[in-house]
């Protein structure tokens, strides 16, 4: 069965009664070249292990489990289970999760199901309604330990995630993403490579996980509370952004010397600033006794 055929994604939806559902962010992958581009990017290898979100009628599953040791997918539509028992019938190295990604404890399950391979990578084509609710999560849990985590998400999502200090798509993701890993954008993929075809465009997006970040804050949890104050209101300075959102509570002048004293203009703002001024200035607050 070529799962990327439109045919055979209407032969499922005929066979089984079933209608893809917008509020669950089914719009199932159809261009086998985007398809080539998310296995290639992921770096398996016959030793590695797969973990998916959202496998649909599995489409990438199948590329997964033909390319690594073991394949786990999380699904949280029950309609879709006797779909992938057929189409993912003669791979015996795929285990479905019937589950909703977010209330599953992932790094319990690639420790039971994943085990015995020497790496994992995370693969999703992921579904836009939850993008950033399930990126924050993977990145944010660091008892995951994956190598790669490679997903389809809308292109302005993925331009956020390669976002550089001073570019308009810069934010508080994109500080959270180069703390944690290397991004790169593997490729554009146009919305009529779906079916349905989803109203925006698309990229695949490769993050490579570091083995550690690349600045050390004395308070990591102070760190990424800076960075979100800093973003919270983009419109304002660095400092009025700080006080603003109650990360610091003394004095406006106090702020100013701490901003002052690592040589940032008084009128600086946040989306200007690297991981290693984030570091220097949740350093500097922790320093005054900001927690
Ligand atoms: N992997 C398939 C493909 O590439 O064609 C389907 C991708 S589709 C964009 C997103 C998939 O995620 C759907 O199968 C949807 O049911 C599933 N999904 C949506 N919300 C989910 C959640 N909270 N947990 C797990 N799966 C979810």
Same mark, same amino acid.
């Given at each position: 069965?070529d %799962?990327?055929?439109r ?34 990017a $992921? ?5 590695s292990?797969?973990?998916e979100?959202? =496998?649909?009628?599995g489409v ?7 390319? $690594?040791? !073991?394949?786990v997918?999380?699904?949280?539509d029950a309609?879709?289970? #006797?779909?992938?028992? +057929?189409t993912? #019938?003669?791979?015996?190295?795929v285990k479905?999760? *019937?589950?909703d ?5 992932l790094a319990?399950?690639i420790a039971?199901e994943?085990?015995?391979?020497? /790496?994992?990578?995370?693969?999703a084509?992921?579904p836009?309604y939850?993008t950033?609710?399930?990126l924050?999560?993977l990145?944010?849990?660091t008892?995951? *330990?994956?190598?790669?985590i490679v997903v389809?998400?809308? !292109?302005e999502?993925?331009?956020r995630?390669? $976002?550089? =200090?001073? /570019? ?6 994109s500080?959270?993403?180069?703390y944690?890993c ?12 779906f079916?349905p075809p =989803? !109203?925006? #465009?698309?990229?695949?997006?490769k993050l490579a996980?570091r083995?550690a =970040?690349?600045?050390t ?8 509370r800076?960075?979100? &104050?800093?973003?919270?209101q983009r ?12 990360l610091?509570a003394?004095?406006? #002048? +106090?702020?100013?010397?701490i901003?002052?004293?690592l040589?940032?203009n008084?009128?600086?703002?946040? +989306?200007?600033?690297g %991981?290693?001024?984030?570091c220097?200035?949740?350093d $500097?607050?922790s &320093?005054?006794?900001?927690?």
């Open positions: 069965m %799962l990327t055929s045919q055979t994604i209407q032969y499922i939806k005929q066979k089984y009664g079933f209608q893809m559902r917008k509020g669950l962010g089914q719009n199932f992958l159809c261009d086998a070249s985007a398809l080539d581009a998310i296995i290639t $992921a770096g398996l290898t016959a030793e292990g797969a973990l979100i959202g =496998p649909g009628i990438l599953t199948a590329r997964l489990a033909a390319a $690594a040791k !073991k394949t997918a999380v699904e949280i309609r879709l289970l #006797d779909v992938l028992a +057929e993912l #019938d003669g791979y015996d190295n479905i999760v *019937h589950a990604v977010m209330k599953t404890d319990a399950l039971e994943l085990s015995e391979c020497n /790496s994992v990578s995370i693969a084509n992921l836009y939850i950033t609710p399930i924050t999560r990145l944010e849990d008892s995951l *330990h994956v190598q790669n389809m998400v809308q !292109k999502v993925a331009q995630l390669c $976002a550089t =200090p001073g /570019s308009k798509a810069y934010g508080a993701l500080v959270l993403v180069a944690h290397i991004p790169e954008i593997v490729t554009v993929v146009p919305a009529s490579s079916l =989803p !109203k925006v #465009d698309s990229a695949v997006v996980m083995a =970040p690349p600045v804050p004395r308070d990591e949890r102070l760190f990424f800076t960075v979100r &104050a800093a973003f919270g419109r304002k300075t660095l400092i009025n952004a700080l006080c603003g959102a109650g610091f003394g004095p406006k #002048d +106090e702020l100013r010397s901003v002052a004293s040589g940032f008084e009128t600086i703002r946040g +989306e200007t600033l %991981l290693s001024e984030f220097a200035l949740s $500097a607050l &320093a005054h006794g900001i927690s």
